[in-house]
């Protein structure tokens, strides 16, 4: 027994290669903990500062947004307004987009189509925003939708073409997600459907659906909360007007192009315009958060274990 008490020391001893590799991973991970916490910590500090100056109540309650021209009005609900409208847009195109490409890739096709159709989709994520705004302003603007709509109902910046944009941006990101959530579903379930007579399309409607539903809801929100962010693409196609509006046929501004506004021209440092940026951003940064959020509770709700 006294043996065994005196090599255990020597058995749960680690290597000095694998204590330099813990390390060097606990390292690497604090770097992303550590980057948030302070652009958090920089957020809060500028946003309380730019508080200081403007009253809190008009910044999340005024609907009127002029931070470059004479007499400055700080209502961001005119930003956020222009953000949801663009954001709802491109939700309504992709969800259907992106899960029928799912129930294709997972339910429908064969390996020749899913090597066709998934490098497809994968080469429409990668497209840099910018070009999608430039398509956006220079051909789906002047010749689909001008032509449908009419050159008097839709200028050259508009909601509905960002929407349409960041729509085809994030579709991939739901057919992804949704085909791998559909594909974690057990066969076997599947073939007890078939088994009692069920056609593909009740499979896929009352067996595969229910049970990728976690995965399909937080590609939903992970998509949302993508096109909230987006930024080139909207300043493009969108264009710098901010106004309080439910039409999409109206140029709008987002938080994401006032930031890029703001970013890109001579404002001083210290100047109110400047504060301004950061609470515009921290309001962004709460809103993503929120979906996040959303999203991990909806995961963690209607999760589905088949062990």
Same mark, same amino acid.
């Given at each position: 027994?006294?043996?065994?008490?005196?090599?255990?020391?020597?058995?749960?001893?680690?290597?000095?290669?694998?204590?330099?590799?813990?390390?060097?991973?606990?390292?690497?991970?604090?770097?992303?903990?550590?980057?948030?916490?302070?652009?958090?910590?920089?957020?809060?500090?500028?946003?309380?500062?730019?508080?200081?100056?403007?009253?809190?109540?008009?910044?999340?309650?005024?609907?009127?947004?002029?931070?470059?021209?004479?007499?400055?009005?700080?209502?961001?609900?005119?930003?956020?307004?222009?953000?949801?409208?663009?954001?709802?847009?491109?939700?309504?195109?992709?969800?259907?987009?992106?899960?029928?490409?799912?129930?294709?890739?997972?339910?429908?096709?064969?390996?020749?189509?899913?090597?066709?159709?998934?490098?497809?989709?994968?080469?429409?994520?990668?497209?840099?925003?910018?070009?999608?705004?430039?398509?956006?302003?220079?051909?789906?603007?002047?010749?689909?939708?001008?032509?449908?709509?009419?050159?008097?109902?839709?200028?050259?910046?508009?909601?509905?073409?960002?929407?349409?944009?960041?729509?085809?941006?994030?579709?991939?990101?739901? =057919? #992804? $997600?949704?085909?791998?959530?559909? !594909? &974690? +579903?057990?066969?076997? @379930?599947?073939?007890?459907?078939? %088994?009692?007579?069920?056609?593909?399309?009740?499979?896929?409607?009352?067996?595969?659906?229910?049970?990728?539903?976690?995965?399909?809801? =937080? #590609? $939903?929100?992970?998509?949302?909360? !993508? &096109? +909230?962010?987006?930024? @080139?693409?909207?300043?493009?196609? %969108?264009?710098?007007?901010?106004?309080?509006?439910?039409?999409?046929?109206?140029?709008?501004?987002?938080?994401?192009?006032?930031?890029?506004?703001?970013?890109?021209?001579?404002?001083?440092?210290?100047?109110?315009?400047?504060?301004?940026?950061?609470?515009? %951003?921290?309001?962004?940064?709460?809103?993503?958060?929120?979906?996040?959020?959303?999203?991990?509770?909806?995961?963690?709700?209607?999760?589905?274990?088949?062990?």
């Amino acid at each position: 027994m006294n043996a065994s008490a005196a090599r255990r020391p020597l058995m749960h001893r680690k290597p000095a290669s694998e204590r330099i590799m813990e390390a060097l991973l606990f390292l690497a991970a604090a770097v992303g903990v550590v980057t948030t916490i302070g652009i958090v910590a920089v957020l809060v500090y500028e946003t309380l500062e730019f508080f200081s100056i403007v009253s809190p109540v008009e910044f999340f309650t005024g609907t009127t947004w002029s931070a470059s021209i004479k007499p400055y009005t700080f209502g961001v609900l005119a930003l956020v307004s222009g953000t949801l409208l663009v954001a709802t847009i491109a939700v309504v195109i992709a969800v259907p987009l992106g899960l029928l490409a799912a129930v294709l890739l997972s339910e429908y096709s064969g390996t020749r189509v899913r090597s066709i159709v998934k490098p497809v989709l994968e080469t429409i994520a990668g497209i840099p925003t910018i070009v999608l705004g430039f398509f956006a302003l220079y051909f789906l603007t002047p010749n689909i939708l001008k032509p449908i709509i009419g050159d008097d109902n839709i200028g050259t910046f508009s909601a509905l073409a960002a929407g349409i944009v960041v729509g085809v941006l994030i579709t991939p990101l739901i =057919a #992804s $997600i949704s085909e791998d959530s559909m !594909r &974690a +579903v057990p066969r076997g @379930m599947r073939e007890g459907a078939y %088994a009692m007579g069920a056609t593909k399309f009740e499979v896929v409607r009352k067996v595969v659906f229910p049970a990728a539903l976690s995965g399909i809801m =937080a #590609s $939903i929100i992970l998509a949302a909360s !993508r &096109a +909230v962010g987006e930024t @080139m693409a909207v300043v493009l196609a %969108a264009g710098t007007k901010p106004q309080m509006t439910l039409n999409p046929l109206e140029s709008v501004q987002t938080m994401t192009a006032f930031i890029v506004q703001i970013s890109l021209g001579d404002t001083p440092q210290d100047s109110i315009q400047f504060k301004s940026l950061f609470a515009v %951003a921290g309001t962004l940064f709460a809103m993503t958060l929120v979906l996040n959020l959303i999203s991990n509770r909806v995961v963690a709700r209607f999760r589905t274990s088949y062990e």
